[in-house]
Each structure stands twice: as structure tokens, then as C-alpha cells.
């Protein structure tokens, strides 16, 4: 079937929108409100309109069906003409603020403005005044910088099935908000950053921690070490426009890193490799002795969010590992000081302060590390980028390259695999199949691979089947839990569709592709890791003998270990109004 | 009037009508007011829980429409006309008058929650324009003079209950 745009005939497949065929065909439509990710346009910026031949009206194509023979025309006079009006209004009651805006370089409503060509000070519109939010650790909403676009009621409405923020008031007055207008901290937000990742403007941001990381860089009483997430490399590799081919390793970011002034660059990885040692040993203990079944991944701090807020009832279900970032955050603040020769303090009086970075695709890891502590700073794989603008770093071009440090250098493939949904499941599958006393599974485990939202299967290890599940994004929790609960004994939860690799805090203007891209990556990594098991980590099974003793014992318990809080209460705001009783003004003046 | 007293008076409404479908939000907020005189975020929160609806989008939807109202009624409830024909006989004045009288906030209610102020399109008593509605009653012919008469009566009566109460 062929449809016909700007002259060009172009096959299409049935069911495609306009949009999507001119998209594949290389013809960029301005759009707003339409997501990729998401099944419904709400059609209401109708930015995207084009002509249609027999049509007198211009029609939106997101929502139009590519039909046999159908002519369309996407750059015609006309359609540009009503486009640049559109775009013209949006930034008449904008705050344009932009010299000192965050998502500066990065703002799809500056590409769009030049796009269309829009004429300065068209409308003279009156400029919103409505408060910032910024009470959560992770996310700050400026509903000034809203064009109302919608895609972030979209994302956590349809894609991430939690509803923290919707459409609020109407008229000039309308913004997006969370109920009562309260702030995301009381909204059963889970900070998972979905709404920030699509946001095309300044609206919705991560809480910056650069200028903090900045600042404590350059503080000669502040020893700054950086731990990088797995999903991190993948993604930058993905990203890369230079030196393609040469992939981005952990080396090249930990050269950078040290460039910059951080005094030595861990891999999360090796954190990892040690949760499965824990969760794998928890899930052991769980099965043999009838613990709580099923139990659920830790790893996620949003899926955590979740349970706390919305689930408490699920609880006893949690695996009580801290997340890998928790994990090294710990254990870098108790032996890193001794190992590097100094006394951890506050900065004074001979000894040094001691800051842990975390590297993160992730935006709740932010909430996370304030919730939980041993984490001072986490930067996001966007805010990454802002990090080397100020120190003048081309990472693209960058190729130096510079060992991780000990005591956590090593990673095994296993713990590669924590980037992408499926992965903690099959990280935790090869290391609990040996603690069983049955072989581990030496190739891939297709069944935890690829991007379904929900795959279950069953592994049998020496006479016992373990029933197994993969819930990829909070979306998918509704219509999943209930079949996770009967009879599962291990399930892997992931808050962002894609896992890590599609996590909040990655890059702006990613779509699914790319999150497969990462994804591939972080397979090819495992697959060149010489080590494949956690348990077979070196450095892991070193820890244990030195300091931590055995898997789930006493020092473990204390340092990698947490507990949950039912937080449910956070998210009824009953009662929250003020006191409503009249009283008489008369009777008091009296009085 | 405690959070809880409303709570439970929703819980009433639910029981009363069980389709609990989300189409039944705008009917449910109606009802709501209806009988509390306004949607308390108690209220609200309850019904998303019912409904299986977001709290952020029952508030969505509530804030959407004109016709619901966050906070609570006062004692006395006026309906000011600000329709044209009282329009064209000065009934501005008479809401500026109140507006300073009874120091109204921006939800309509006055300093002391004792007044709420409506303002109304068109009450249908054009014939005796300017005219208000204080607690179901038309008042006509309005002036500031006999709108000062009628709230100073209000306050000696609101004044003796106080006085018999302390008694
Ligand atoms: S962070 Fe996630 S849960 Fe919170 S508002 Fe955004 S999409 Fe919704
Ligand atoms: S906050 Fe961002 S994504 Fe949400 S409606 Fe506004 S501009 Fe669109
Ligand atoms: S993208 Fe089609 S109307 Fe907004």
C-alpha cells in the first residue's frame, strides 16, 4: 500500500498514522502532544497538521490512518502558516527565561520555535505566575515553562499507570499538577522520571546535582569519588556521533571523571554482583525455609516508591537488599577511607570529607539516596553531560582511558546485564541455580530477554522448579501482581519500560529503538565478560573473606541491608484543610 | 464539620448508588456538593479511591467545571446578581461594598467563613434590579444603605446567639 507525501510515494503498513509514515520516510513533522510510547494521541496541539488532497480542512496527522492513494502535503504555505501562529502562542505566556534554563541546548520548544520560524514578540501574552514545586528530592516542576503538551499526564497516566499529575483548572489558569495541587511529595508520585524523560520543555527537570558535584570538586578538604551505573556506558555509547565504532567504555567515562577531579571512579557493577549474592542467598533461604514468596527485586527505587506509597501490603514481599547504588555507597564510606590512607570527617582538623557520586540513568535514585543516605550526589546521565560543559570536556571526542579503582573494580557480565529489563532476574538465575547445587546456565536466558511487558517462566534446578517473573515498567503492575502472587517465587520488577536503559534519567527524545539499542550493548558486554557468574567475582568473594564474612550475615545485614516503611499515608490527604467551623466576627469584636 | 463526619457521608452516597464506574465522577461530585455544600478533599480522595480514578485527575476534572466549589458555605449565603439588568442599576457597587464589608476571599467566602458571596448571572428579578438572594430570600431595589441594614441585622442576631451560648 502506498501513500503519497510531498510528491514521494511511500509504502505504509496498515494501521500507521501519517506521522509515522513520513517519519520513517525521513520527513520531520512538528509535534507535540504525540508520544511514541504512547498508544492515544490526545491530538491537541495540533501541531502536526498537513493538507490532504480532497480535504478542505488541515488535519492532525498523528491521528490520521495512511489510506490507499492518499496525498498529503507537509510544508505547504498554509500548513507552515498555522504552525508558526501555534508556536507563536505557546511562547507568548512563556516565561523565556531561557539564557538561564536548565534544559538550554536540549529544549524541543527552542528547536521548535526555530523550526517554525517564529517571529519575536508576536503576541504580547500575560506571563503565568505559578509556583515552582520543589518538594521532592528528584523531580522540580516549574509550571510556568508548560506549553501543556500533556505528554507527561500521558506518560504516567498510560504508560507508567500511577496518575500523580493531571490537567488542573481551565482556561489561562490550567496546568498540569498533582491533586489539590499539592506538591509531587504528597502525590503518590514514585520520582520514576518518565514524565521528566518526554517533557519538551524546562517544566518538568531532574533537581540538578551539578553545580553541588561542582562545588564539592572543588574543595581540596573533600575527597570525591564517582560509581557508575552499567546502564550508563551503554547509553553514552549509543549516543556517541563521534569515533563511532570505538565503543564508550567504563574506561573512558572513569578517565574523565578523574580529568575533572574525582579521585577515583567505581563500577556499580561491582555492587551488583554483590546483590546477587544477597538476593540470591535470600531467595535460597526464602524457598527452603517457606519465607515470603514471592520476593521481589530491591533494585528499582521507584518500583520501591510504589510499594511504599500504594502497595505496603507488599512489603514482606521486598527483597531486603539495598539497590546496588546503596550498596556502594555503604561500602565506600566504611573501607574506602582506610584502604585511600585517610581519616573520613567533616573536612577539618586532618581529615577529609568524603562524597560519593553516583552515575545514574535514573531520577528516583536521587530520592533514593536521600531516603536511604551513604550517597551524597547522584547525577543523571543527562546532568552527566552538563558535568563535562563545565569543566570543558568533549566527551565525545574523548578517548583516554583510565582503570577502574580498587576494591571495586570488578565486574562480571552478569552485572552488565542490571541495564536492561530481565537482567537482575538472569544475573540472580545463574548464581541461585549453583547455590541449589545445580549447574548454572551457561548461555543466554532468552526467556528474561527482550521487551514484553510481562515474561514468566520456570527454571529447574536439582528437583526444584523455580517459577519466575519479569514485570517490565510500573504500568504493567495492575494487571500482573495478582498472577506474580500465586505461586511465583521470584520476580523481577522494573519501574521504567526497558529497565535502566529506558530509566527517567536518560537522555531527552529517546524512544523505544534506541532503549534496544543499550540493551544490545549491555549483552555484547556480558557476552565479552571473561567472568559470568557473581559468585565467581574475585574481588566479591574477597570482600566476603575480609570484611563481610558470609552472605546475609551480620555485616552484611548492617550495611547492605534495609528495611521498608509504609508510607501510604503520604498519599491520603485527608483532613489536610483548615479548620472550616464560622465564627462570629461580631461576637468577638465584643469579647 | 470534621473530615471524618464527611468522610463517612460519601461513604453514604457510595453505598446509596453502587455503580462505581468511572462515568459516574461528574454525577458523584454533583451529588457530593449537593449534600456537603462543596467537595472536600476528604471527599475527593475517598471518591478516586471508589471510582479507581487518580486523586490528581478527580481534582482534574472538579477544577475543570465552574459549578464546584472547594471550600465550605457560610452561614448565610447571598447570591449577588450580575446580570445585565442589575448591572446597568450599579450592581457592582453592591459587590465591591461586600467585597470590603465582609473582607471576601477568593473562594467567595468572607474573612470569618460566616458569609458566602455567589455571583450569579441572572437570579430572573430583573424587574426589581439590583437585586440578591441572602439565604433563599429576594431582596429588590437594593441600595448599599438597605444592604448595610440587612447585614447589620444578621450580626445582632449571630451576637445575642453568642451572647446566650457564653450565658
Ligand atoms: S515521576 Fe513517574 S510517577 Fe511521578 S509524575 Fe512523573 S511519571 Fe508520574
Ligand atoms: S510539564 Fe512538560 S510534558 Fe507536561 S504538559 Fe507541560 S510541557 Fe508537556
Ligand atoms: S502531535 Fe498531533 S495534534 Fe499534537
Same mark, same amino acid.
Given at each position: ?29 512538528? @509535534? ?25 480542512? =488541515? ?49 524541543? =520548544? ?46 504516567? @497516566? ?65 575527597? &570525591? ?81 510504589? &510499594? ?284 | 464539620?470534621? !473530615? ?67 471550600? !465550605? ?95
Amino acid at each position: 500500500m502506498n501513500i503519497t507525501i510531498n510528491g514521494k510515494e511511500i509504502a505504509f503498513e496498515h494501521g500507521d498514522t501519517v506521522l509515522q509514515v513520513a517519519k520513517r520516510a525521513g520527513i520531520r513533522i512538528p @509535534h507535540l502532544c504525540s508520544l511514541d510510547w504512547a498508544p492515544s494521541p490526545s491530538a491537541s496541539c495540533r501541531l502536526c497538521v498537513v493538507e490532504v488532497e480532497g480535504s478542505p480542512r =488541515l488535519q492532525t496527522s498523528c491521528t490520521l490512518q495512511a489510506a490507499e492513494g492518499m496525498k498529503v502535503q507537509t510544508h505547504t504555505p498554509r500548513v507552515m502558516k498555522a504552525r508558526r501562529n501555534i508556536v507563536e502562542l505557546l511562547v507568548a505566556n512563556h516565561p523565556q527565561d531561557c539564557l538561564a534554563c536548565d534544559r538550554q541546548g536540549a529544549c524541543e =520548544l527552542a528547536e521548535l520555535t526555530r523550526e517554525v520560524g517564529v517571529r519575536p514578540r508576536q503576541y504580547a501574552g500575560m506571563k503565568k505566575d505559578q509556583h515552582l514545586d520543589i518538594s521532592s528530592p528528584a523531580i522540580y516542576r516549574d509550571p510556568n515553562k508548560c506549553v501543556l503538551c500533556g505528554r507527561c499526564v500521558t506518560m504516567c @497516566h498510560q504508560i507508567q499507570g500511577v496518575g500523580a499529575i493531571d490537567f488542573t483548572d481551565r482556561g489561562f489558569r490550567t496546568q498540569v499538577a498533582p491533586g489539590f495541587s499539592a506538591g509531587l511529595n504528597v502525590s503518590g508520585c514514585t520520582y520514576c522520571g518518565q514524565c521528566v524523560r518526554v517533557c519538551p520543555t524546562g517544566a518538568l527537570m531532574e533537581r540538578s546535582h551539578v553545580s553541588a558535584v561542582v562545588a564539592a570538586l572543588s574543595d581540596p578538604n573533600t575527597v &570525591v569519588v564517582a560509581q557508575v551505573a552499567p546502564a550508563v556506558p551503554a547509553t553514552l555509547d549509543q549516543e556517541r556521533t563521534k569515533h563511532e565504532g570505538v565503543p564508550v567504555m567504563l574506561e573512558h567515562l572513569a578517565a574523565a571523571l578523574k580529568r575533572v577531579g574525582f579521585t577515583a571512579v567505581f563500577d556499580t557493577g561491582f555492587t551488583a554482583d554483590l546483590t546477587i549474592m544477597e538476593e540470591a542467598n535470600e531467595l535460597v533461604e526464602r524457598v527452603k525455609t517457606g519465607g515470603v514468596l514471592p520476593m521481589f527485586t530491591s533494585c528499582s527505587p521507584a518500583w520501591i516508591q510504589y &510499594v511504599e506509597l500504594h502497595r505496603p501490603d507488599l512489603i514482606p514481599h521486598l527483597s531486603t537488599c539495598k539497590s546496588p547504588q546503596q550498596m556502594a555507597g555503604a561500602l565506600i564510606h566504611e573501607i574506602y577511607p582506610k584502604f585511600a590512607g585517610f581519616v573520613a570527617g567533616d573536612g577539618t582538623r586532618g581529615t577529609k570529607r568524603l562524597v560519593v557520586v553516583s552515575l545514574m540513568p535514573c531520577t528516583a535514585k536521587k530520592f533514593e539516596a536521600e531516603d536511604v543516605g551513604d550517597v551524597e550526589y547522584v547525577l543523571t546521565t543527562r546532568e552527566l553531560g552538563a558535568l563535562w560543559e563545565r569543566f570543558g570536556i568533549d566527551f565525545d571526542s574523548f578517548t583516554d582511558r583510565a582503570p577502574l579503582d580498587p576494591p571495586f573494580a570488578e565486574a562480571t557480565g552478569a552485572a552488565r546485564l542490571f541495564g536492561g529489563t530481565g537482567g537482575v532476574m538472569e544475573a540472580a538465575v545463574r548464581t541461585a541455580a549453583t547455590l541449589l547445587g545445580g549447574a548454572a546456565p551457561a548461555g543466554p536466558l532468552p526467556e528474561a530477554r527482550g521487551l514484553d511487558g510481562f515474561k514468566c517462566f520456570n527454571v529447574d534446578v536439582n528437583g526444584i522448579t523455580l517459577n519466575l517473573g519479569v514485570i517490565n515498567g510500573l504500568g504493567r503492575l495492575p494487571s500482573t501482581l495478582p498472577a506474580a502472587l500465586s505461586g511465583m517465587h521470584f520476580v523481577e520488577v522494573m519501574s521504567c519500560p526497558g529497565g535502566c536503559s529506558g530509566g527517567g534519567g536518560q537522555p531527552y527524545n529517546s524512544d523505544m529503538t534506541d532503549v534496544k539499542k543499550r540493551i544490545k550493548r549491555i549483552y555484547e558486554a556480558d557476552k565479552k565478560a571473561e567472568v559470568k557468574y557473581s559468585h565467581e567475582n574475585k574481588s566479591v568473594a574477597e570482600l566476603y573473606e575480609e570484611f563481610l564474612g558470609r552472605p546475609l550475615g551480620e555485616v552484611s545485614h548492617h550495611l547492605l541491608h534495609r528495611s521498608y516503611t509504609d508510607k501510604s499515608a503520604l498519599t491520603a490527604l485527608h483532613g489536610a484543610e483548615a479548620d472550616t467551623g464560622a465564627v462570629c466576627a461580631a461576637a468577638e469584636a465584643a469579647a | 464539620m470534621s !473530615p471524618v463526619h464527611e468522610a463517612s457521608r460519601v461513604e453514604a452516597l457510595l453505598a446509596e448508588r453502587p455503580d462505581h464506574s468511572r462515568d459516574q465522577l461528574i454525577p458523584m461530585l454533583q451529588e457530593i456538593q449537593v449534600r456537603e455544600g462543596y467537595l472536600s478533599q476528604a471527599a475527593m480522595t475517598e471518591l478516586a479511591v471508589a471510582l479507581d480514578t487518580p486523586v490528581a485527575s478527580v481534582y482534574g476534572v472538579a477544577t475543570f467545571y465552574n459549578q464546584f466549589r472547594f471550600a !465550605p458555605l457560610g452561614t448565610h449565603v447571598i447570591e449577588l446578581c450580575r446580570g445585565t439588568a442589575c448591572h446597568v442599576k450599579q450592581s457592582l457597587a453592591l459587590q465591591q461594598h461586600l467585597q470590603r464589608r465582609l473582607k471576601l476571599r477568593p473562594d467567595g467566602n468572607s474573612a470569618d467563613k460566616r458569609f458566602t458571596v455567589l455571583k450569579v448571572a441572572c437570579l430572573g428579578a430583573c424587574s426589581i434590579a439590583p437585586v440578591i438572594k441572602l439565604d433563599g430570600e429576594f431582596y429588590g431595589h437594593l441600595t448599599i444603605e438597605k444592604l448595610d441594614s440587612l447585614l447589620d441585622a444578621l450580626d445582632r442576631d449571630c451576637y445575642a446567639a453568642e451572647e446566650a451560648g457564653v450565658a
